[in-house]
């Protein structure tokens, strides 16, 4: 099943995407796709709908973050080797956590805004996991059955603020526009193997980064059981869960976004994103 939110920012409907692709409206089902909707029973009872039974929605709609109200929004550091090593970072002996604000959370296709005085902004193509019930020291064994399904992040960076002052690098990571969400929140019946789903990322029609989910040095059952450790994992929270090799970070020279740059990125199953960069305005 593929949720959906859709409509203008701030407004969006709940919704799901039927067998021709098309969104259907579940606005008279739930109040929206977050975290109160989540859960196995009410994601058990969206399933029994069958699609043609919804309105469709205007196919020029806008579609919006799959999730909304997101209380925690974690990311993953150098989850892959790959990656680790094109930044000259050393492969992590456990997961490193950082967060992004729940306000840099946009649509899948909105404008990303170059920040005010950014000369470092950087794109992340990543799996970002949806949890749908509540979980607290669980063991990798039960964390599956606490992930509502799987969407794509883009984890824009903003490198000079992620690591050239001090302290965490929550600051680089960010920034409004900096965490586009969707288009779909996939549940798990549809990604059986969270661990082989392709990805890329093009910058301006060039391909920028090529992986897969394989190569992920801590998995997606690792990483809910590891975090549910050191902190309550509520309904809708994210976890997007690091990047593959390709950022303008690690590329001789260094290539960073401007206004006017797109971003096109994919998952295996999940769908695509494409955002446009715009400069900073008052
Ligand atoms: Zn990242």
């Not at 409907?13 to 909707?37: A, F, Y």
């Not at 196919?59 to 790959?82: E, K, M, Q, T």
């Not at 401007?258 to 400069?279: N, P, R, S, W, Y």
Request: glycine fraction near 12%; proline fraction near 8%.
């Amino acid at each position: 099943m593929k949720l959906v939110r859709f409509g203008k920012p701030g407004k969006e409907r709940p919704g799901l995407i039927d067998g021709d692709g098309k969104i259907r409206d579940l606005t008279d089902v739930v109040p929206d796709i977050s975290g109160e909707t989540l859960g196995p029973r009410t994601l058990a009872k969206l399933r029994k709908i069958k699609p043609h039974s919804l309105p469709l929605a205007n196919s020029r709609s806008r579609v919006g973050p799959c999730v909304a109200r997101v209380g925690n929004f974690i990311a993953v550091g150098l989850n892959f080797a790959d990656h680790a090593a094109e930044t000259g970072a050393k492969i992590p002996s456990e997961p490193i956590l950082f967060n992004k604000s729940p306000s840099s959370i946009i649509g899948p296709n909105d404008q990303v805004v170059i920040p005010k005085g950014s000369k470092k902004t950087d794109w992340e193509v990543e799996l970002a996991i949806v949890i749908g019930s509540r979980a607290h020291n669980i063991s990798e064994a039960q964390s599956l059955a606490h992930v509502a399904g799987y969407c794509i992040c883009n984890d824009v960076s903003e490198r000079a603020w992620q690591s050239e002052g001090t302290g965490q690098w929550m600051k680089g990571k960010s920034s409004p526009t900096f965490g586009p969400l969707g288009p779909w929140l996939v549940t798990p019946d549809e990604v059986p193997d969270p661990q082989n789903l392709a990805m890329y990322l093009d910058v301006n029609g060039k391909r920028r980064q090529t992986g897969s989910t394989k190569t992920m040095i801590f998995g997606v059952k690792y990483l809910v059981a590891f975090i549910s450790k050191f902190m309550v994992l509520e309904p809708g929270d994210v976890i997007t869960t690091g990047t593959p090799p390709g950022v303008g970070l690690g590329m001789k020279p260094q290539l960073f976004l401007k206004a006017g740059d797109v971003m096109h990125l994919g998952i295996d199953k999940l769908g695509e994103q494409t955002q446009q960069c715009v400069g900073y305005a008052a």
